[in-house]
C-alpha cells in the first residue's frame, strides 16, 4: 500500500527533576545544598531510511513521545541525559506544522537527520540556587516540559527523470520495458493511481532513477482527477519524460494533450514551465502512430523539443531515449540538493520575556513563553518555591500589568495550567 500523506503527533521528552538534598559527610557540621540537576529529555529526531518509500507505517502508529530525563542525584550528581527517539522516514519526506503550515525540513538524502520536537531541560537542584542572600535553599526545580505538536508528513518521490502524460500513454509499458519495476498494466485510464519508481541502467556504470507519475488530466493543478495528489510528485524530478499516445486511441489529438499537461506543470509550479523535457511519442508499432508521427514531429522540433519515436510494447527506440537522457543527467551535473544544511533547529532559541494579560470568563490570563516555562518548572507544594516564582512575577511587571487589566484582590490569575489567588501581596525581591 502507497501511502504518501500522513499526520503525527510528537513530543519531547520532559527534563527530570531536580532535587533538594543536603552535604551529609562527617566533620562537616552544616554541610551546604547538594542537589544535584534533573537530564535533559529525549528529542523526537525524524531520519531518513533509503529501504523507505511509503509513510505506510504511520498510519498504524501516529504517536511519538520521546524519554525523559533521569532527576538529579545527591551529591551534586548530575540525572542522565534521555536518548533521542529515532522515527524512520523514506527520502523526499516534507515535514510541515500541522496548525501553522510552516515548513520545517525537507528531507532528501539517506541518513539525514531532522529535530522536529525538542526535549525539556532538567531542572535544577537546589546546590544551583546557593547565593550570598540565600545560603539553605530548600527548593529544586522541576524539569521543564518537552514540546509537541503535530505535524504532517508529505511524501515526494525523490527521481531523476519523471514519465509525465495522460492516462493510458503507455508510460507504466515504458517503465516496465526499461527497469524491472512491475507497474499494473492495462488498456484503462488511470490503470497506475500510485508513482512507481524503477532504476535504469544506461551502461558503463550509469543508471537512474525513473518514476512513472499517474497520468494527469486537464484541471489537475485545481485537483481534477486526484490532481494534487498526482503533482506533488513530479516537483523533485530533473527532467521530463513527456510521453505521448501518438496514435490517438483514446480519440483525442497527441499535440492537444501535449499542450494540457504542460499547462497543467506550469499552472501547479511556474518552475516546472523551464525543466528539460524529451518527448516520447510512444505506439509506434501502430499504424495509426505512424501516420500522425511526420507531422506531429514537425511541431514539437518546431517548438524547440527533442522528439522520439518509441514503441513500449516492441521496445523499438527505447534505448536512444534512455542514453539520451543519461547524457543530459550527466551535462547537469550532481543533483541539486533541495535542502538547507542545517535544519536541525526547528525550534530557535530565544530568549523571549514578553507576555501578555487577557481577561476570559472573569479569569485573568497570563501568557508568555518565558513565564509559562517558569510556572511549569516550579514545585507548587514547596513554599519557597512559590515565593520565588511570586518574586519574578514582580520584576518582570507581571503585577503592574494586573493591576491596569482591573485585576482585584481574591481574582484567579492562570498561568499555564496553574491557577492562582491574586492578593496584591505577592513578595517583592
Not at 518514476?211 to 486537464?218: K, W
Amino acid at each position: 500500500m502507497f501511502i504518501d500523506q500522513a499526520r503525527v503527533f510528537v513530543k519531547g521528552g520532559d527534563g527530570g527533576n531536580g532535587i533538594v538534598s543536603w552535604r551529609r559527610e562527617k566533620f562537616v557540621p552544616r554541610g551546604g545544598p547538594a542537589g544535584g540537576d534533573g537530564g535533559r529529555g529525549g528529542n523526537v529526531v525524524l531520519e531518513v531510511d533509503e529501504g523507505l518509500r511509503t509513510l505506510l507505517d504511520f498510519k498504524y502508529q501516529r504517536h511519538f513521545k520521546a524519554d525523559r530525563g533521569e532527576y538529579g542525584g545527591t551529591s551534586n550528581k548530575h540525572g542522565r541525559n534521555a536518548e533521542d527517539m529515532l522515527v524512520k522516514v523514506p527520502p523526499g519526506t516534507v515535514v510541515r506544522d500541522d496548525d501553522t503550515g510552516e515548513l520545517l525540513g525537507d528531507l532528501t538524502e539517506d541518513g539525514q537527520r531532522l529535530v522536529v520536537s525538542r526535549g525539556g531541560r532538567g531542572g535544577r537542584g537546589n546546590a544551583a540556587f546557593l547565593s550570598n542572600a540565600n545560603r539553605a535553599p530548600s527548593f529544586a526545580e522541576k524539569g521543564e516540559p518537552g514540546q509537541e505538536r503535530w505535524i504532517r508528513l508529505e511524501l515526494k518521490v525523490v527521481a531523476d527523470v519523471g514519465l509525465v502524460g495522460y492516462p493510458n500513454a503507455g508510460k507504466s509499458t515504458f517503465l516496465s520495458r526499461v527497469s524491472a519495476a512491475q507497474p499494473k498494466i492495462a488498456s484503462y485510464p488511470f490503470t497506475t493511481i500510485t508513482p512507481n519508481l524503477g532504476v535504469v541502467s544506461a551502461g558503463e556504470g550509469r543508471s537512474f532513477v525513473l518514476a512513472d507519475i499517474p497520468g494527469l488530466i486537464e484541471g489537475a493543478h485545481e485537483g481534477t482527477g486526484l490532481g494534487h495528489e498526482f503533482l506533488r510528485h513530479v516537483e523533485r524530478t530533473r527532467l521530463f519524460l513527456h510521453v505521448l499516445d501518438t496514435a490517438g486511441t483514446e480519440g483525442r489529438d497527441p499535440l492537444d494533450d501535449f499542450e494540457t499537461i504542460n499547462r497543467e506543470l506550469a499552472l501547479h509550479d511556474p518552475a516546472l514551465a523551464s525543466r528539460p523535457q524529451l518527448v516520447v511519442c510512444n505506439k509506434m508499432d501502430l499504424p495509426e502512430a505512424k501516420e500522425r508521427f511526420p507531422a506531429l514531429e514537425k511541431a514539437l522540433q518546431g517548438k524547440g523539443y527533442e522528439v522520439y519515436a518509441v514503441s513500449g510494447v516492441t521496445g523499438e527506440g527505447i534505448d536512444r531515449v534512455i542514453y539520451r537522457v543519461a547524457a543530459l543527467l550527466d551535462e547537469m551535473g550532481p543533483a541539486h540538493r533541495l535542502v538547507q544544511e542545517d535544519l536541525s533547529p526547528v525550534y530557535r532559541a530565544r530568549e523571549d520575556h514578553s507576555h501578555r494579560v487577557e481577561v476570559l470568563d472573569g479569569v485573568f490570563v497570563v501568557t508568555g513563553a518565558d513565564i509559562e516555562r517558569l510556572a511549569a518548572m516550579t514545585d507548587w507544594r514547596n513554599e519557597e518555591a512559590v515565593r520565588r516564582f511570586n518574586r519574578i512575577l514582580n520584576r518582570q511587571g507581571i503585577e503592574a500589568k494586573l493591576r491596569e487589566r482591573g485585576a482585584k484582590s481574591g481574582d484567579t490569575v492562570r498561568i499555564r495550567d496553574v491557577e492562582l489567588e491574586f492578593g496584591g501581596g505577592w513578595e517583592e525581591e
